[in-house]
């Protein structure tokens, strides 16, 4: 006669489940920050340097939403393989966008159609912005630590 319960197949449903809310939560932010980065971007951008100002605070929106939305992308979408699957995904996609970033970057060095003072702004800011959401998404998400009724076998 064991006294163990049968293991119950939604118990461990609820980690994945809080787990994917706080990645769709920092994508969501991100996408907040920056289409609001793009807004104010251009407009100010506009006004700083004209039609350069515009065409730079777009390219900087463009490579930060590279730059900060792949790595969520990838933890969203590898979130049920196994831990080494998501290590090489997320390092794979770090590599690919640190080479669009820098191949985008080196195109556009002898062109002067955009301003360079307002995509590094626009650029910084969307970066280090996304970076202090997606800590926050993670700091307030509610992902219990342990699997209400696993068994500690």
Known sequence: MTTDPAPDPAAGAAAPDATAAVFRRALRDTAVLLGAL??????IGALVAGLPGVWGALI???????????????????????????????????????????IVLA??????????GVLAAVLALGVVGSAVLDFRAVNNGRVPYVEPGATGR
């Open 107 to 116: 195109l556009l060095r002898d062109l002067d159609f955009y301003s360079r």
């Open 38 to 43: 793009a807004v104010l971007g251009i407009g």
């Open 60 to 102: 900087g929106v463009g490579l930060a939403l590279v730059f900060s939305g792949t790595t969520v992308v990838a933890m969203l979408r590898t979130l049920h393989s196994p831990p080494h699957t998501m290590a090489a995904v997320v390092m794979g996609t770090w590599l690919a966008k640190v080479l669009v970033v820098v």
